[in-house]
């Protein structure tokens, strides 16, 4: 089965950090890029990060800039969110998804999402 899933959300304080998992299984996890989203309650879904399959690079959204990191692990299938110093409106449920066409997280391509985890940034 062809499937991502997220792990790693919860509960954290202003100017915490939290690291978040997104584990392929069932499709190449190298051929395919890996977009980073979430949505806030009553907002749109927005953009993070796109780690794309074309040239292995990742781009970030301009606000996300500076406090969250990607990584991965191949041998593992397995991309991170590394997100630090988190505000309240990080509050948010945060998906991750493949795009196995384009390999530049095409919105149209995006065709393989997580369940996403919960993230709440509270005090």
């Known amino acids: 089965e062809v499937q991502l899933v997220e792990s790693g959300g919860g509960l954290v304080q202003p100017g915490g950090s939290l690291r978040l998992s997104c584990a392929a299984s069932?499709?190449?996890?190298?051929?395919?890029?890996i977009g980073w989203f979430r949505q806030a309650p009553g907002k749109e879904r927005e953009g993070i990060s796109c780690m794309r399959s074309t040239d292995g690079r990742t781009f970030y959204a301009d606000s996300m800039k500076g406090r969250f990191t990607v990584s991965s692990d191949n041998a593992k299938n397995t991309v991170y969110l590394q997100m630090n110093n988190l505000k309240p409106e990080d509050t948010a449920v945060y998906y991750c998804?493949?795009?196995?066409?384009?390999?530049?997280?095409?919105?149209?391509?995006?065709?393989?999402w997580g369940q996403g985890t919960l993230v709440t940034v509270s005090s």
């Open positions: 069932g499709f190449g996890f190298d051929d395919y890029a």
């Open positions: 998804a493949a795009d196995g066409v384009s390999g530049t997280c095409h919105r149209g391509y995006l065709d393989i």
